[in-house]
């Protein structure tokens, strides 16, 4: 997902008989639905793992804009422009919220950018993807996002207060999101035979980096199962992913697409489709920094930051100087 | 140099009447900085009519383990809440 594969530092999952009081007390709070919130004491454990998933996650927002942000100075008509402008300021609002919740857990803004800079720190594998045509940005809405709003609607129930609420806000958002990215494919697909053909070429692309979005599958995790008993993650990957076939599915078909899966087919008695695997070790190359964008991915990042230093600096200054202005005309009076 | 910027606490109105709420957080420079960050970050979609900021670190909290002290007092004055004196229906709503 936006995060993949976050670990918890957990080699296997303490029994209730094995923790200290306080770890008890903790676990009881979050299988009673309690939120966690800053100041409270929580497991270590528990701490790193929520700064490692939210700032992953918070990266994935700021580097999601790259794709997306190719097309602001050609998209076809100045609505367009306007409402991709709009999409990709939300998606900057997005990685803000969510830093702003990493940091109530004790980890400074400068060191999380440090981490994504340097290349330390994760953020989702399908950024790394090029944008080729315009009906890419309508299948990033569409697949992207629609991916995005499958593991984010329940993590508005996670157990940490801060990271919950930044949900609620982003999930709000997201609807438009999906929703501006069918709409550019709906147009599409009315237009042109090449047109159509670009969305399906679209289609060909995105589809299994979109699967691979939500991770392999983790039903042997230990740190799946570890983030599950403290309600940090809710369901499994593989329960997402399905759920995401089974709802787009059918949505390519009113576009009149065709998924590029031979092995999609109705499974009538589980009520769901039956698909293929995605090809894990694309993905892994890809996580591992070797996808066909990482490389500029990251440098744009580090650009932006870099060429950004000068004017965060006189920003700094200039609030100085007014400071002591202010000091001076109050000594004065 | 490039330090980073004071982290701000960002309050909003959201309707004219109502008490400003807590929204968030963000870093900015100095105060006018940060509402004009917070109008970008937190107010994309007509969430309100005012913005206050106010430093981070400005912010007294209590702290969670003083929750006792301060919450139990009231619990165990129930006689502040209307509902624990019966009224006969003949005096009528009161």
Known sequence: MYAQMVKTDAPRIKSRSEMDPRERAFQ?????GQKIEPKEW????????????????AHSEIVGQLPEGNWITRAPTLERKAILLAKVQDEAGHGLYLYCAAETLGVSRDALYDQLHSGKAKYSSIFNYPTLTWADIGAIGWLVDG????????????SYGPYARAMVRICKEESFHQRQGYDILM??????????????????????????MFGPSDDASVHSAQSMAWKIKQNSND?????????????????GLTVPDPDLTWNEEKGGYDFGEPDWNEFFEVIAGNGPCNAERLGAR?????????FRDGLTAHAEKATARRARSVAAE | MSSEWPLWEVFIRGQHGLNHRHVGSLH???????????????????????????????????SPSEKGPLFEPS??????????????????HM
């Open chain 1, 28 to 32: 009881e709070r979050i299988d009673a």
């Open chain 1, 42 to 57: 929580m497991p270590e454990g528990y701490r790193r793992t929520l700064i490692r998933q939210i700032s992953q996650h």
């Open chain 1, 147 to 158: 991916a995005a709003i499958m593991n984010q609607v329940p993590l508005q129930r996670c």
């Open chain 1, 187 to 212: 147009k599409m697909v009315k237009g042109t035979t090449a047109q159509k053909a670009m969305v399906q070429d679209a289609l060909d692309r995105w589809w299994w980096p979109s699967l691979m």
């Open chain 1, 239 to 255: 329960e997402l992913r399905q759920k995401f076939v089974d709802q787009t599915v059918p949505q390519a078909e009113y576009l």
């Open chain 1, 302 to 310: 580090r650009q932006a930051w870099d060429d950004g230093a000068w």
């Open chain 2, 28 to 62: 900015a420079p100095d105060a006018e900085m940060a509402i004009n960050n917070a109008r970008d970050v937190y107010v994309r979609r007509n969430e309100g009519v005012s913005i206050w900021v106010v430093r981070s670190i400005d912010i007294a909290a209590s």
């Open chain 2, 75 to 92: 619990n165990a004055k129930v006689y502040r809440h209307p509902t624990f004196f019966d009224i006969p229906d003949e005096v009528g």
